[in-house]
């Protein structure tokens, strides 16, 4: 739901944008830079930074990912954080379920159990090739 609403939100943010540059080209104004800047920045805050295509460490874009909240959420949103969290939370869902198929004390249960900690497994699985891909820096080759 708060994804849908984000959506929306950046396609009227966008949809005023237009409408302020036809605004000044139906007058046949050239828009001030300052507008101009302010649209270029404003297009997505949840955009990656531009030109990315290296380190998200210190001597990065912007010096390092520390510097300010559109940079904290981007270094975790793209980054190799974002993938090593998603291993961690896989792999105890996926644990609880394979001690859940062992142990339950529900009668028929383990079978059903066991085939969604099997699915769990492959998926942390998957997330841990991409987290070591993501971490080594292959995606920026």
Do not use: C
């Amino acid at each position: 739901m708060f994804g849908a609403w984000d959506r929306w939100l950046a396609y009227k943010r966008s949809r005023d944008h237009l409408e302020l540059l036809k605004h000044y080209a139906a007058q046949g104004k050239e828009p001030p830079p300052e507008v101009m800047a302010e649209l270029r920045n404003g297009a997505d805050p949840n955009a990656p930074p531009p030109g990315y295509g290296g380190g998200w460490g210190y001597g990065g874009y912007w010096g390092g990912p520390w510097m300010g909240r559109r940079m904290w959420r981007g270094y975790y949103r793209w980054g190799p954080y974002w993938q090593w969290r998603s291993v961690i939370v896989t792999g105890a869902i996926a644990a609880g379920f394979w001690w859940a198929s062992e142990y339950a004390d529900w009668p028929g249960v383990e079978a059903p159990f066991r085939i969604v900690a099997i699915i769990l497994t492959v998926v942390a699985g998957a997330n841990l090739l991409l987290a070591i891909l993501f971490s080594s820096g292959a995606r920026d080759k």
